[in-house]
């Protein structure tokens, strides 16, 4: 453990700063991918929005936005080849959808239809898991196994700041790293697991100096960077892919909004502190370089615009529509083949339901 | 002629052996069963066999197993895991209860599971705390969970082949105190379906209901009632899920009388669920209420008390002798 790898896990590395200027040193984006990476942040804030008035309009749940922490959504997909696979939480809805899945397919869950609403293996996206840390083993499996069968995948998998006190963190990383997994965990650090702040999570130097332990390379990030957040996870991939396993990346970033609509942040944290986030805006920054350099101009912007208002508006009307939810279906996936037990209960409710019927 | 001696050890072993030549997504992972061979020996050789890619030990963490295998089955492997005992694998509960038995439910079939749990469960080996354990009532309950309790060698080994076969997650539970037994055991009869019982002993007097460890006890309460007179059938369930109403049924309302028997403490156990069935479904056959066999409602007990704890041959014909033979013809 060289002082660099320390230091390079403590302090957050940055390559855009809050007023848009790129940090010393830091070479130039190419304005083109950049540019396209904005158009990404626009759709992943304009979906968040858009989920917000579903809710409110009660044609969701509930959702946990992930507002303020975009280019962590935007960046963790944009690095992956279409074999490689996502392993996101119930938070990461804007990842998900910058993978390429349809936003109202995604938002099955939250709407009360089925537990997912997209199929894992023709998207190379696991269910959004909704119990903690869990699914970090399940990422690495996947990996293990394309390693075994000598094709390389990687697994990008997700948790928060909260996750990481959960043992399945530790045996997720430590897992990956015995077995040289192509993994990377990336752990959107937003300062909140619902109520509980990351001092009460955590009293390590950071959490990706976790990886040490681990003996794992980690990583920590300016979590509202756009560019750095590409390169970091993206040198992570690059890494993994060429056999030399597993990363931690911990983004350093906000959870701008309650953790859902049904929570009220009101009590647990001050609004002062969330204004203090608010001007490191991960839109705004690559907003205002892009303009600086003359890559983004109204026009531009007003086409962006006009295209996530679209995608809104399908979002609007696919999860508005109204579908059909067949009372027997609860049997049919239970197992392969339902037992003869399930077969009886559902020719049971199917009585009730014609019972009701007629 | 293919039938030969074998431990139930050997013919896990075999059936495990078997399985991973056949198919080349077959993984074997776990604690210590890869240069040691497992605790019980029952992956002795597979790691020298077959290599580290299909054989190999895991750290120590039974949930990480479990998460991981998970994995591996999302990515087309058929993982069959070990849990080194019974109390061992509850560090895997969340990810046996909350995603392996529930994946494929998840994903509208989608993604389906084809993973192996192998648990040694269940005592009368002396073990100290933790290594007795009968979990099953635990998986039992799962929907989504296939439990499998063999008690014959030759069970253990087509029924662990059936279970790798096939698209589901598999609770294997295996009696380890019969793990050194020797019995004739013939790998080329076809494999038994899962969630089928068999009818062990005939018997026209009452019903001896078992899985796992419990039978030989049921078959041998019936070998001594046989000189007392009494003919007891016993039923071997095979499979606790999915549950074979109709040959349990079938069994109990030709007798009229039944008997459960289990390790695992009674109360809101798979015995319970085994009794309510048969009283639900064979009232009208039943000369007597159905009574239960079981361990009881305490804490596995330290290996010089076990033998209180554990269904016997005694217990179980005291048990019998209790079914209203008073109003038999």
Same mark, same amino acid.
Request: net charge negative.
């Given at each position: ?11 957050p590395?940055?390559? +855009?700063?809050e ?11 190419d ?7 904005y ?15 579903l ?25 992956l080849s279409d ?5 996101p ?8 959808a910058?993978?390429g ?10 709407r ?12 190379k ?15 690495v499996?996947?990996?293990?196994a ?7 995948t ?10 990481? /006190? ?27 697991a619902i ?28 979590g509202?960077?756009?560019?750095? +957040?590409?390169? %970091? ?28 609509n049904?929570?009220d942040?009101t009590?647990?944290r001050?609004?002062?502190e ?9 839109l ?5 370089? +892009?303009? /600086? ?17 679209e995608?809104?508006?399908a979002?609007?009307?696919g999860v508005?529509?109204?579908? %059909?939810?067949?009372?027997?279906e ?5 197992y392969?083949?339902?037992?003869p ?6 020719a049971a409710l ?9 | ?108 079939g ?20 933790h ?20 008690a ?38 076809? %494999? ?20 796992g460890?419990?039978?030989? %006890? ?23 899920v ?14 009229g ?9 009674g ?12 009283g ?11 009574r ?17 704890? +554990? ?19």
């Amino acid at each position: 453990m060289s002082a660099g790898q320390l230091k390079a896990a403590i302090t957050p590395a940055r390559l +855009l700063d809050e007023n848009g200027r790129l940090v010393r040193g830091a070479s130039k984006p190419d304005a083109e991918a950049l540019l396209e990476g904005y158009r990404k942040l626009v759709f992943a804030r304009r979906l968040n929005e858009q989920c917000g008035a579903l809710v409110r309009q009660g044609r969701l749940a509930v959702y946990p936005s992930s507002r303020g922490q975009e280019a962590c959504q935007v960046a963790c997909a944009s690095v992956l080849s279409d074999d490689d696979w996502l392993f996101p939480t119930y938070r990461d809805t804007a990842a998900i959808a910058a993978r390429g899945v349809d936003p109202v397919e995604v938002l099955t869950l939250l709407r009360g239809d089925w537990h997912c609403g997209y199929d894992p293996n023709e998207h190379k996206v696991a269910p959004q898991a909704t119990p903690l840390a869990t699914q970090l083993l399940h990422a690495v499996g996947v990996a293990h196994a394309a390693r075994l069968k000598g094709e390389d995948t990687v697994v990008m998998a997700l948790c928060g700041d909260g996750a990481t /006190s959960e043992g399945d963190f530790h045996e997720a990383c430590n897992f990956a790293a015995v077995f040289n997994a192509p993994v990377v965990f990336f752990v959107q650090n937003n300062k909140y697991a619902i109520s509980v702040p990351l001092a009460r999570q955590s009293v390590a130097p950071s959490l990706a100096a976790k990886a040490i332990g681990y003996g794992m390379p980690g990583f920590r990030v300016d979590g509202n960077d756009l560019p750095v +957040l590409e390169k %970091v996870l993206g040198e992570a991939v690059a890494r993994a892919r060429a056999g030399e396993g597993p990363t931690l990346v911990e983004a350093d970033t906000y959870r701008v909004e309650s953790h859902t609509n049904a929570d009220d942040a009101t009590r647990y944290r001050a609004d002062d502190e969330v204004a203090e986030w608010l001007p490191r805006d991960p839109l705004l920054r690559v907003r205002t370089y +892009l303009t /600086s350099v003359g890559a983004l101009d109204d026009a531009r912007e007003q086409e962006i615009a006009a295209a996530a208002e679209e995608m809104a508006a399908a979002v609007r009307a696919g999860v508005g529509a109204e579908t %059909v939810v067949d009372p027997e279906e609860i049997f049919a996936h239970v197992y392969s083949t339902p037992t003869p037990q399930l077969a009886e209960q559902r020719a049971a409710l199917r009585a009730e339901l014609d019972a009701e019927e007629a | 002629m293919t039938a030969e001696k074998m431990t139930m050890a050997q013919a896990i072993n075999a059936a495990l052996r078997d399985a991973i030549a056949e198919d080349d997504s077959v993984v074997v992972f776990g604690e210590d069963v890869a240069q040691l061979g497992g605790v019980f020996r029952v992956t002795d050789g597979l790691h020298r066999e077959f290599g580290e890619s299909r054989v190999f030990d895991t750290p120590l963490a039974e949930s990480g197993i479990v998460g991981m295998a998970v994995g591996m089955a999302m990515n087309g492997m058929r993982p069959v895991v070990e849990m080194q005992f019974d109390a061992f694998a509850y560090p895997a509960f969340e990810q046996i209860v909350s995603h392996v038995a529930k994946l494929g439910n998840r994903t509208r079939g989608k993604v389906r599971l084809p993973i192996v749990i192998r648990v040694p469960y269940a005592g009368g080996i002396g073990g100290v705390e933790h290594h007795c354990d009968s979990s099953e009532a635990y998986y039992a309950h799962t929907p989504g969970l296939t439990v499998v309790a063999p008690a014959t060698n030759a069970d253990a080994y087509g029924l662990l082949r059936a279970a790798i076969a096939g698209s589901d997650p598999v609770v294997f539970l295996e009696p380890k105190k019969h793990y050194f037994a020797r019995e004739e055991v013939d790998v080329a009869v076809p %494999v038994p379906p899962i969630g089928r019982a068999v009818v062990r002993r005939p018997g026209k007097d009452a019903t001896l209901i078992a899985y796992g460890p419990s039978v030989p %006890v049921a078959l041998a309460a019936a070998e001594q009632a046989a000189t007392e007179g009494r003919d007891l059938g016993v039923v071997d369930l095979r499979s606790i899920v999915p549950f074979d109403d109709e040959t349990v049924c079938a069994e109990v309302r030709r007798t009229g009388r039944a008997v459960v028997i289990a390790e695992a403490p009674g109360f809101a156990s798979v015995a319970s669920e085994i009794a309510a069935r048969v009283g639900e479904r064979c009232f009208h056959h039943l000369e007597a209420p159905v009574r239960r066999v079981t361990g009881f409602d305490v804490p596995y007990p330290a290996p010089k008390l076990e033998h209180h704890f +554990l269904p016997g041959v005694d217990r179980v014909l005291d048990a019998v002798d209790t079914l209203q033979w008073e109003d038999a013809a």
